[in-house]
């Protein structure tokens, strides 16, 4: 039968395995939105996807690939997953605008501008001096909305993040991050930030990474459902969603990759530190995706209404693909 | 017999021929930087790379791949030309600070941080906003000075210009600009940048591309030796030197694309505009490098000695390359 509720996950990025799915089915989620890329150039993303094509083929009965907002109802009413897939970086495209169509073809439904760092389209999070989208970030970014290519500014820095909402004619997401106000971490958000993305119909999904939760691992459900109590009066209960950022089985090396790709020759610590440079430990109430329902019970105890919990959980972010990942034609 | 002075000319990108070669023998230049990629990923720029070794092979008898400063003086002795390889982008070394070495094991020796763009690096001179050497941008120039490659900022703006002769430890160059005060164009440095230049041993080479021109093709050989003189008031007659941007007979469709290469779907005009879009005509005192004594002649003109001549017009590049091709052993 298939799950009452409609669970999705703005995004996940797991040591992929029969097991993992076999939760992710036991959670109950129709669609989560998948990274397949963090440095990788284009023929490396393409691995990637290769990689995915192979697990829909072994574990057909549990996922596939997601196109379209339909494929979330029919993984509803099938008891499976749909699987959208996403880039944390603008590295596939390398420096050449026509593979943003190419990158879409392939299923690619979200693609960050940036990951920490200064890309050629706008300004990561965890550089000195942001000096917002640039002359090719323009161009991407119509190029991006022309094709259903949804921007993500997750890790991108402030102006960066201001003005590809302003830019855009779409509206645009922060996948997962949380607010500024709540836990003042470089990769959180401002109500500046937030207030942007209500007004622009744009979404942001909570993030249940510990370096994003005050409080870390230990972090409560309970503060954590009162922060997007406070979040949906600031920007609007229909812009916000789950993205829990969940890295599940995942070695240390993995998050060392992520921060330092083959930009540098020292070592970054990103969100860590020397002392503690590996994946943080999981908030006890949300360990896998088993948990998922969990963030429901967490929102219907600080008072929002069952259509609200539905909203957040899952329905606002299908009327989002609903609306984002067809083409324009002109 | 060897020409009587030394020349060098910090930068060209003609449309390669046999004749040029001729040209530039009879111009008794012993020494060229040239480009060898605007856009260029680093495959193809080893294609780049393999196209010069063709023409090493056909033209030995005019020219040889530079590595050296030992390459100028054995140039000058045989009546050759040593060619120095440099990009005008960071593009061939992609997102990967592994492959700075691998260019310079290849031959290069000037890398442009940025080209009017916004790179991983730095940002262009043709960009709203200039956020300066990014994270990747500082490592990028340790290894670019541990290994010897020369950063060159020719392309750049201005914040990221300051930030580049700060962070590198040796010193930089740019290649081919002429001074704001002279001709106020987006690639011509201010004072600021020429004081800096000049106060930490770098080089600016003097600009003959009709755009960096007062006057533009119609500019007199007066008027540029006069901007000379002035420029080495401020920042000294040994940091300076010629770097004509000849870009001999090619296509108009070569300027289109250095301007446009991939990153964009609409037609960017650069220094041009949509009513003169292709390359401007040569000044008529430099048409090509059998021109390159007129520079002489119009320095001695505007009151500079032999010596000083003779300084400009090459031995102030070659005592740069003896001290900056070398690789930093620690």
């Known amino acids: 039968m298939p799950h009452p509720s409609l669970f999705i996950d ?35 993303m393409l691995q990637n996807v290769n990689d995915w094509n192979n697990r829909f083929e072994l574990y057909a009965d549990k996922i596939f690939l ?31 605008i026509e593979l943003v169509e190419a990158c879409y073809e392939l299923g690619a439904r979200f693609m960050q501008l940036t990951y920490n760092n200064q890309s050629l389209l706008a ?28 921007v993500d500014m997750s890790h991108s820095a402030e102006r960066s993040t201001l003005d590809a909402i302003e830019i855009s004619e779409r509206p645009i997401v922060i996948s997962h991050a949380n607010p500024a106000f709540w836990h003042p971490a470089l990769r959180n958000k401002s109500n500046e930030v937030l207030k942007a993305l209500g007004e622009s119909g744009s979404m942001l999904g909570f993030s249940v990474y510990p370096h994003h939760l005050k409080d870390g691992t ?47 020759n020292e070592r970054d610590f990103g969100e860590g530190s020397a002392g503690s440079a ?8 949300f360990r ?15 008072g929002f209404s069952d259509d609200e919990v539905a909203a957040v959980m899952g329905n ?10 067809e083409p324009i034609v002109n």
Chains 1, 2 share one sequence.
């Open 123 to 150: 300004t990561g999070c965890y550089e000195q001096n942001d000096s917002g989208v640039t002359r090719m970030g323009r161009q991407v970014i119509k190029e991006m909305n022309r094709v259903g290519l949804v």
């Open 218 to 264: 230990n972090c409560t459900l309970e503060s954590f459902s009162a922060m997007i109590a406070d979040t949906a009066e600031i920007m609007g209960v229909q812009n916000i969603g789950i993205g829990t950022d969940l890295c599940q089985n995942q070695p240390d090396s993995v998050v060392e990759w992520m921060r330092n790709g083959t930009w540098t």
């Open 66 to 96: 997601g196109r379209t907002a339909s494929d979330v109802r029919k993984a509803q009413k099938e008891g499976r997953t749909a699987i959208f897939f996403g880039f944390q970086n603008c590295s596939p495209i390398e420096d050449d």
């Open 288 to 302: 896998d995706n088993r948990d998922f329902s969990n963030i429901a019970l967490g929102l219907k105890d600080v």
């Open 278 to 285: 590996g994946f943080p430990d999981q908030p006890s109430w």
């Open 10 to 44: 703005a995004l996940q990025y797991n040591n992929w395995s029969e097991e993992i799915f076999q939760q992710i089915q036991d959670g109950g989620l129709s669609a989560i939105h998948v990274t397949i890329c963090y440095h990788e150039d284009f023929d490396e």
């Open 316 to 325: 606002n972010w299908l009327n989002f693909f609903e609306s984002s990942f």
